[in-house]
Structures are given as structure tokens and as C-alpha cells.
């Protein structure tokens, strides 16, 4: 869904996915500045869009359960840039969401999507370095497409808005994706 109208403005569709609890909902308002202390379990879809830096990001925060999972996975088409968010404080679920991520990767709607890894809750002492979950989810084996793991905390902003500036780690990534000159025109 890459718009390009007349100047540079350009229009991302994201798509924000990741085990229940990891801080999707958080991540939304954080980026869209909104206060992070008042968070409810999503029912469904949240959908913000952040204007940053000449780019109009559209993110779909997707109630990430599983056994909802029928339900959004018309809602990946046309993504531009696939966010995970993962607990690194979550060990114990760390093989659940590594598997959750691989099997994203096999949607067909997803083929070759960038993907932004967020190592979310690293205020927690208890936080896994995002080196060491890059290498328990095996995401040197993602071959197919361009990834990123970022170490962040959706509650005190570390890692997701990069301080005085308005620049956004999704931002920066966004850039990447923006980057090819002859990209095949999606739609
Ligand atoms: N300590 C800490 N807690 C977080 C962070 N991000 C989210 N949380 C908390 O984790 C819980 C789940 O967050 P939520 O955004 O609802 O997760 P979602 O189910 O993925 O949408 C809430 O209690 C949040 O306050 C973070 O970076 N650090
Ligand atoms: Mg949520």
C-alpha cells in the first residue's frame, strides 16, 4: 500500500503482532504519544495512524491470540511492515513466540515482508538482552526478507522514540523499506 503523492509523503501500512501481553497496545499509544497507564486488553483491533518525518504510518495493533487468529489474517494483506513485539522478560514463552513468529513468516500475505522485532520490557531487571532472543529465535535462519530486533520498553519510551527527536525506531526502519528505488508496486 506504498502511496507516493507528488512529494515524498509516504504511506505504510504496519501491522503490529506478537503473543498477548507483550506490550502491542502499549507500543501503539507510546508511539502515538498517548498516555501508556491506561491500557486495556485489546478487544480486537486497535488502529492509529503516527505522521512522522513525511510518512504516514497506519498500525494495526491485532489482539494477538491465537485462537482469534482466523479472524485477522485477511487484515495482513498489503502490509508493508510486519512489527512483532515480544515480552523479554516472558522466558517462559519465548518458544511459543518464536514458533508464533516463524509461522507468520509461512503466511502467504506476509511473503517477504520486513520485519521490525521489538525485545519490549527491558526496564524489567529480570529482561532478556534482544541479542540473546535474536539467537534463541533463530532469526539469522529469516532469509526471505530484511529484519531488525530492537531492544525497547513501551512504558518508558527506551528504544521507541528516539529522545528530541520525533524519529521512531519504525520510522527508521520504514526508511529502510523506502529505500529501494525500483521496488515492485504492491496492489
Ligand atoms: N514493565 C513493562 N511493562 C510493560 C511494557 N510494555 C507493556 N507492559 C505491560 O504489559 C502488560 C500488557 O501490555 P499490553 O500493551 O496490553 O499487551 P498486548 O496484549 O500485547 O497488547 C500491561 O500490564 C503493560 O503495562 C514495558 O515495556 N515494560
Ligand atoms: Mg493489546
Known amino acids: 500500500m ?3 503523492k507528488g512529494s515524498a509523503e509516504l504511506e505504510l501500512r504496519i501491522v503490529l503482532l506478537g503473543l498477548d501481553n ?3 497496545t502499549t507500543l501503539l499509544k507510546c508511539l502515538a504519544s498517548e498516555d501508556v497507564n491506561t491500557i486495556t486488553p485489546t478487544q480486537g483491533f486497535n488502529i492509529k495512524s503516527v505522521a512522522s518525518h513525511g510518512m504516514k504510518l497506519n498500525v494495526w495493533d491485532i489482539g494477538g491470540q491465537r485462537k482469534i487468529r482466523p479472524f485477522w489474517k485477511k487484515y495482513l494483506e498489503n502490509t508493508d511492515l510486519l512489527v512483532y513485539v515480544i515480552d523479554s522478560a516472558d522466558k517462559k514463552r519465548f518458544e511459543e513466540t518464536g514458533l508464533e513468529l516463524s509461522e507468520l513468516t509461512d503466511e502467504e500475505n506476509l511473503a517477504g515482508v520486513p520485519i521490525l522485532i521489538f525485545a519490549n ?21 529469516y532469509r526471505d526478507r530484511v529484519w531488525q530486533i530492537q531492544a525497547c520498553s513501551a512504558v ?27 521496488s515492485p508496486a504492491k496492489n
Open 22 to 24: 507483550a506490550g502491542k
Open 156 to 182: 518508558t519510551g527506551e528504544g521507541v522514540q528516539v529522545r528530541d527527536s520525533r524519529v521512531t525506531s519504525i520510522t527508521m526502519v520504514a526508511k529502510i523499506i523506502r529505500t529501494p528505488v525500483f
Open 2 to 4: 506504498q502511496k507516493l
Open 121 to 141: 520490557k527491558q526496564d524489567l531487571g529480570t529482561a532478556s538482552l534482544a541479542s540473546e532472543i535474536a539467537e534463541g529465535l533463530n532469526l539469522h535462519t
